[in-house]
């Protein structure tokens, strides 16, 4: 079964620095998708990045950037210039040929 | 487009009570999620589908049952309600396979209540 995991249940970054979150997963299937979603308080789902697993290049998306280790199965998420908007919850997700899993996420706080 | 519409957004049950959650998409897709999340939690697969009259289990199916019988609905039925199933639910859609048709779009969600 495939699995995912975050294993920083908050973190905390200052306003225009730089902050990474961690994801990892596990898999037996060959060909998959990776995503990060962020989820803010109006539990509205948004697509931040999104990164396939047969492709070696990170994924970039403005200040949005993934560090994907296939060997490892992680997949990191790196905010660049964080903003007061960025704080929310953060999900780590696993498509594969059928399922959809999530990680337990991370909230992200901005501090100004 | 009204992409994933659920219904109801709040409902307050009684424990042995029984309902369905409803879930609608207009954008034709093959694959369907339920989900539930608890507070400060993340998001658990319930059941999913991959087309009309095929669906599954995710991962935590007790207590819960689905059906399939278009494109366009997903309902996930409570049966004997119970206390561990307050929670927020969540349906999903997303076209197929892919990295474009793997994105996945959401309903609102429905806060339920277990009393």
């Known amino acids: 079964a495939q699995t995912v995991t975050q294993s920083q249940p908050e973190m905390s970054v200052q306003e225009a620095e730089t902050v990474t979150l961690s994801c990892t997963y596990d898999t037996s299937e060959s060909d998959y998708y990776l995503f990060w979603y962020k989820q803010p308080p109006s539990r509205q789902m948004i697509l931040v990045i999104r990164q396939e697993a047969y492709k070696q290049q990170n994924a970039t998306e403005n200040r949005f950037s993934v560090n994907f280790q296939k060997a490892a199965k992680s997949f990191s998420l790196k905010i660049s210039d964080s903003q007061l908007g960025d704080a929310a919850m953060y999900f780590c997700a696993y498509a594969g040929t059928y399922k959809y899993i999530f990680g337990t996420g991370t909230r992200l706080k901005v501090l100004a | 487009n009204a992409g994933v519409t659920q219904t109801p957004k709040f409902r307050i049950l009684k424990i042995g009570q029984s309902m369905t959650l409803q879930c609608t998409q207009d954008m034709n897709h093959n694959y369907m999620y339920w989900y539930r999340q608890d507070p400060g939690m993340g998001l658990k697969l319930i059941y999913y589908?991959?087309?009309?009259?095929?669906?599954d289990k995710g991962e935590v199916p007790n207590g819960y049952n689905v059906s399939r019988s278009t494109t366009e609905d997903f309902p996930l039925r409570l049966e004997l309600a119970a206390p561990s199933q307050t929670s927020v639910y969540f349906c999903?859609?997303?076209?197929?396979?892919?990295?474009?048709?793997?994105?996945?779009?959401f309903g609102q969600g429905t806060r339920l209540t277990v009393v």
């Open positions: 999903a859609s997303k076209p197929g396979t892919g990295l474009l048709n793997t994105e996945a779009f």
């Open positions: 589908s991959v087309g009309a009259g095929i669906t």
